[in-house]
């Protein structure tokens, strides 16, 4: 059975920082690409940043330079750090499982989701 499971979401003032995880299970992990995805109340689901097999990362224009993606393999653990979080960062957070054959390319879809983790960032 997958599972990817959040953790680390809560309630931040702007400025703040959080770390969110994301246990894997039930995949050969590094078989896949990883990503972090957010929705916020009324708005659709959307991509955030990725990690390729082989580690290289891209990340959406709005939290470039302030987020960073990365896992560890031997934990089987995705992570997300947020630093100097906004208001509009609040969302529901998620974390998906793409499988690929590359080592540095990832496809649009994914395979597997986790539930999702809460940030609420407070002005």
């Known amino acids: 059975q997958v599972q990817l499971v959040e953790s680390g979401g809560g309630s931040v003032q702007a400025g703040g920082s959080l770390r969110l995880s994301c246990a894997v299970s039930g995949i050969t992990y590094s078989n896949y690409c990883m990503g972090w995805f957010r929705q916020a109340p009324g708005k659709e689901r959307g991509w955030v940043t990725t990690?390729?097999?082989?580690?290289?990362?891209t990340y959406a224009d709005s939290v470039k330079g302030r987020f960073t993606i990365s896992k560890d393999n031997a934990k089987r653990t995705l992570y997300l750090q947020m630093n100097s979080l906004k208001p509009e960062d609040t969302a529901m957070y998620y974390c998906a499982a793409g499988f690929s054959d590359r080592y540095n390319w990832c496809t649009r879809d994914y395979d597997y989701w986790g539930q999702g983790t809460q940030v609420t960032v407070s002005s």
């Open positions: 990690i390729t097999r082989d580690g290289t990362t």
